[in-house]
Structures are given as C-alpha cells and as structure tokens.
C-alpha cells in the first residue's frame, strides 16, 4: 500500500500543518472508535406486521398463491400486487420468485429471441445478461458515465436494425438519465426496461422507477431496499405486455385473477416458466412495502445529511445524479482523478473506522469469464452462433471506460437506522482525510 500521503488543501488553506488533524493511519486518533458498518435495510424494519402477515397464512393453511375466482384468504400475494401496483403508479404489478425471475419474464413478455439484440449497461448485475441469452437474444454492451448507470451518449451507436429493447438499470439508489434514454428508445421504436432491482423506492422527475419505461423490474432479495429474501415484482401500464408476463410467469395459461385484471385474454398459451411467489412471501411483503417509504425517506435524509456536510469541499467531485431528488442515497461516492488516490482514500478512511468502498452489487459483465467465453448451456446456443453472435467482442476492451470509472470513485454505504452522530462522524472523516489525499 502506497502510505504516501501529503499534506494539500485545508492545510495548505490554513497556511500551517498545525490546524491539520493526524490522519489515523499515519497514526492520528481515529474519528470513530468502533468501525461505521452499514446493514440491510428491509430486515431491520421487520416487527409485529411481518409475523402478523405470516401468522394469517399458517391459520389458514393456505400457502399457496390465491388467483382467484372468488375470494380466499389469505390473498397475501394479491394484496400485494395491488398495493405495489398503486405505489408505483403503475396499472399493472405481478409477483415473482425474485428479481432475476422478474427480468427473464419481462423479456419473454416483449416477445425477445434469437436474432434480437438488447443493449445493457457494462456495470449491472449478472441476471441482466443472463435473462438477455436464456431468451436466445444477443446482449450488447454500453458503458457507463459517472452514474454508474448507462451512458446515453453511447446507445444510438449501438442501435442495429435487430435491437429490440434498452435496459435502463437503476444502479445502487441512483435513478438514471430516463428523459434521454426514452427519446433514444422512441426515435427508433425500441422498448425501455427499467431494472429498479437496486433502487426500489427511487423517483425520477416526481415518478416511482419503473413507472417510465415499458415494463419496470424489481428484486426483493435480501439487500434490498425491503425485502422477503428472495422476491421480485414486474409492473407495466400495457394489459398485452401484463398478460404476457402473467403467462410466463406461471406455465403459459393465465390465471382468472390476471384474466380479470386485464378484461380478458388477448393471446394463446405458450410455453412459460414457475415463478410463482406463495402466500409467506406476499405477507412479508405486503408489510415490508407499507414501511417501504419510511426506509427510503431515512436513508435519503441520511445520505442528504452527508451531501451537505462535504459538498463545500474544494475541488470535490461527486457521482453525477440525473435526478438528485429521487435518489435513494443507500451510498454517496467520491471521485478522484486516479485510481492510485482513491486506494489512498479507501485506506485513509478505513483507518478512521469509516470505510468507503467502490460502487458494489453488479460486476463488470464483459470481463465475466462466462460473459468473456460467451459460455452457454448447450454450444449451439442461438445468442452466439448467429454471424454477428460470433463476432461480437466482449472482455475488458469494450468497456474500458467503465473499469476506468469504477476504479476512481469510492464513498461510505448509508443506513436507514444511522444516527445523526453516524453521519456526522462520516462528514468529519471525509472533511479530515480528502484535503489530505493526493
Ligand atoms: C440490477 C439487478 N438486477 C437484477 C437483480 C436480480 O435480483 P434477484 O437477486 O432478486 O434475482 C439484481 C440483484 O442483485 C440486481 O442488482
């Protein structure tokens, strides 16, 4: 580790090193005692409502999912969808057995196969990719900008006549640049998913994520922002694209409760998934999502708190926010103009006992071995053994802008449950350790 670390800014302000507190891993006092440690949000809000919802299917020994006709308690799963439906301004939400559950119908919902192309970002989670080849389609990968979400400026150059859909992720709380992501997928007739996976109860210009887009995804997995452990939702405002999905999620047919939803079936069976959601899950959920803007207003408070207390920083670079509004804030990022500084901050921090990492929860797809490999169950996978299948280059060299800006950006994770004192004492880290960092 590189422990060059010199004395430059406040310092330099105050014109003498005596003002400059001792950096803790040059052997100062640490800011905090005890090292800051950010946990999952949802599980900590679990209480009397979670186990009432879940009591409500043991008594009724009723755990698998209700779809009607009639009605027949307890209809957790129901009352969730509905619920999730009004949250997210949407007019239609299905359940699912979880986020990657939700992105694999979606795609099947559009109608996705072999000889289409979707476009993704090259900093995502791995069930982007996955759901993109195990529908046969060809994933085409775009950089990221200083979001960490889908550069904009790069998706028309790669737009080809069998591009069918963009997937707009909403990565780590951050909404993305929706208004021009849209107008791209409008000029030339291509769909918008919006994976919200990471970012469930983020806004964009005043509406819920996943609202904007043709179909929005969500995970309910554990380190999300409310959570069963595993779980995932898929919303839409078309009754066609709705049905679809209710068909693949379930084995083709479509159910009396999801017939009735839609006004009647407009399309024939085909050949579907299992990702239907039981009863325990959709209680847990149906109170996980009446705290769910609890969660996000704390967080967000949390992580404004930090905003304000860094932003007069000279010389401070932030991660760009499309919408700083609705941004959920479950972390805040510095940038730096090296990779080498960086990894002097992240050491710097660490020492204070407030550690900042690197954005998290995706992996740089195209350096994925299996990405790399274009690895499939079967070597005649449609996804790559079309003529532009064959040829296209994944690895490092088509995305070396993402690498680039992942490796100079790094930030503390925030918590719902911080205390006033825990974001102050994150303020007065950064305030003591970035001046010092060169
Ligand atoms: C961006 C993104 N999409 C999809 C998923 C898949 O969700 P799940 O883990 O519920 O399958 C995740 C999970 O972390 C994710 O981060």
């Not at 999912?65 to 209809?75: I, K, L, S, T, V």
């Not at 967080?299 to 920083?313: F, H, P, S, T, W």
């Not at 169950?377 to 064959?390: I, K, M, N």
Request: proline letters at 6%.
């Amino acid at each position: 580790m590189n422990r060059r670390i010199f004395l430059t800014g406040a310092a330099a302000a105050a014109g003498t090193a005596a003002n400059t507190p001792k950096l803790a891993v040059e052997g100062g006092t640490p800011v905090r005692e005890k090292a800051l440690h950010a946990d999952f949000f949802g599980t900590q809000y679990y209480g009397d409502e979670e186990s009432r919802e879940l009591n409500d299917v043991v008594k009724t020994r009723r755990p698998f999912r209700w779809y009607g006709p009639g009605n027949e308690p307890p209809m957790k799963v129901a009352t969730f969808e509905k619920e999730f439906a009004r949250r997210m301004q949407s007019r239609y939400a299905l359940a699912v057995t979880s986020g990657s559950a939700a992105l694999q119908t979606a795609v099947a919902a559009f109608g996705i196969g072999p000889g289409d192309e979707v476009i993704l970002p090259a900093w995502t989670w791995h069930s982007c990719f996955v759901a993109i080849v195990l529908a046969g389609a060809l994933p085409v990968f775009a950089e990221i900008d200083e979001s960490f979400n889908i550069d904009p400026s790069e998706l028309e150059s790669k737009i080809t006549p069998q591009t069918k859909l963009i997937m707009a992720v909403h990565l780590q709380g951050n909404p993305a640049d929706m208004d021009r992501i849209l107008d791209i997928a409008k000029r030339h007739n291509i769909r918008a998913l919006e994976d919200c996976a990471q970012s469930v109860g983020a806004s964009y210009k005043g509406r819920p994520v996943g609202s904007l887009g043709d179909i929005g995804i969500y995970s309910l997995q554990i380190n999300k922002t409310i959570t069963s452990g595993e779980g995932g939702a898929v919303v839409t405002n078309d009754p066609l694209l709705f049905e679809r999905a209710s068909r693949y999620h379930d084995l083709g047919n479509l159910r009396p409760l999801h017939e009735k939803v839609v006004g009647g079936a407009k399309s024939d069976a085909f050949s579907g998934s299992q990702f239907r959601m039981s009863e325990f899950t959709g209680g847990v959920l149906v109170a996980q999502l009446r705290k769910l803007d609890i969660i996000v207003e704390s967080v967000r408070a949390n992580a404004r708190r930090v905003y304000d207390g860094i932003r007069d920083l000279p010389g401070i670079k932030l991660r760009h926010l499309p919408d700083p509004a609705g941004e959920i804030g479950s972390a805040v990022f510095l940038g730096f103009d090296g990779k080498d500084r960086c990894e002097r901050f992240r050491a710097a921090m660490k020492a204070e006992n407030v550690p900042v990492d690197h954005p998290g929860g995706s992996a740089i797809l195209p350096i994925q071995p299996f990405v790399e490999h274009k690895r499939t169950v079967h070597t005649a996978w449609p996804s790559f053994t079309s003529e532009r299948g064959r040829a296209i280059q994944y690895g490092a060299a088509c995305c070396p802008r993402t690498i680039d800006i992942l490796s100079r950006f790094a930030g503390p994770s925030l918590d719902p449950k911080y205390s006033a004192s825990d974001t102050a004492d994150i303020v007065t880290a950064i305030r003591k350790v970035y001046p010092q960092i060169t």
